[in-house]
């Protein structure tokens, strides 16, 4: 009898942070159909608007800014007014303007959803990470947030494969509809069922939430994790949207190159996967310098050796295991290396500087195309930021370790 009721009382212990990273692991599973949401739609607007693609930069970009402008914001409020209540609003949010964006009819009218959009969905990650690591033990922490995280492209690409399935059928409006529908109804699961972090609501919140992440030995954590999270998915968005019309004008036929970067999508899953099976018996940082130098050298093989199509495939993987790897892990120790008062301004914050890096890499990537860079060139241009990222993870490590 005693037996079974101390088993029954760890069960009620375990059972909030468990519920926690199932319920925000679907959220960030839908994120990451919602944020590609646009890119599968897009091809068929060209058609039905008969308008050309270059049409549709505004709207990527409006996205980008939302996905900035939410992490950032999001961040400050989730440590202010509770994460719960700020990540059910954040659902609503990108529900809401998902749901709208079946209704436009112009380019620039789905540039302003697509903005309003990315706010909710910015703001879902921090808030995730951030109650997910007030809640689990630190056994367990860096597993679950990981876990938690490979929702995002787990989603982006069973995404692509709805898509595929829901245009044929009932046009473009179902993926926007689909991305509107899951995250409404999931409200009412998170408003009966999703805990509250009980370490914020004991902690003394700062009046300048941002200044804070700058105190008490914090700076020099913030500085790296910043720029970890802007090198790494500079590199990420580089790679990601332009290897299909690098490896097409290296040759490749069409369906080679979607091909190619499917197996990247593999591996970036696979990545946070196999990181969160050793991070808390490794040690996070030690991991995530090993996983990205992978992921860099994989990168820069491709550049040096020009690998036949099948060798490039697996290289490919190997690249999205050590990239993706290394995203799941910095997410993850945005809500590990800050305390609970300012956990998720550190995270939004983080993330917002790794939006600018998304931004940037695919500009970055097209100047270096203007300027004469040849296809293998580019993919050792994008190595360098990763090598630079476990340089940095490797500092980090050992300043942690030091402490």
Known sequence: MRAKTLAAAECEVERPYLRAAL???????????????????????????RVDPSAFTETLAAGNVG??????????????????????????????????????DSPMQLAS????????????????VALVSDLAP????????????AGIPIGFTLGGLLASQL?????????????????LAMVPLLALHLPESIALSRAARPRNLVAAL????????????????????????????????????????????IFATSMLGLGIILGALLTASVADRLGVEQVLTYTVAFGALCVLSIGLLEPRFSALSVIICGAGVGIGGCQAGLISLSG??????????????ALGLGRVGAIVGPLLGGVLLGLGFQAKELFVAAAVPLFAVAVLMAILGRLRRSE
């Open 23 to 49: 319920l925000c692991g679907l959220v960030l599973f839908l994120e990451g159909y919602d944020i590609a949401a646009v890119g599968y739609a897009i091809p068929s607007l060209v058609d039905v608007w």
């Open 67 to 104: 996905l900035l402008l939410g992490s950032t914001g999001a961040g400050l409020l989730g440590d202010q007014a509770g994460r719960r209540p700020v990540l059910i609003c954040c659902v609503t949010v990108f529900g809401v303007f998902s749901l709208l964006s079946a209704l436009v």
């Open 113 to 128: 959803l697509r903005l309003l959009t990315g706010l909710g969905l910015g703001g879902g990650i921090p808030l995730a």
């Open 138 to 149: 630190p056994t367990a922490q860096g597993r679950l947030v990981i876990l938690m995280a």
């Open 167 to 183: 245009v044929p059928l009932f046009g473009w409006p179902a993926i926007f509809v689909l991305g509107g529908v899951l995250p």
């Open 214 to 257: 700058f105190r008490d030995g914090h700076a020099p954590y913030t500085a790296l994790l910043w720029a970890m999270n802007l090198l790494n998915l500079l590199s990420n968005f580089l790679i990601l949207l332009w290897t299909p019309a690098i490896l097409h004008s290296s040759g490749a036929i069409p369906s080679q190159a």
């Open 336 to 349: 590990r290396i800050y305390p609970s008062h300012i956990r998720s301004t550190g995270a939004g914050w």
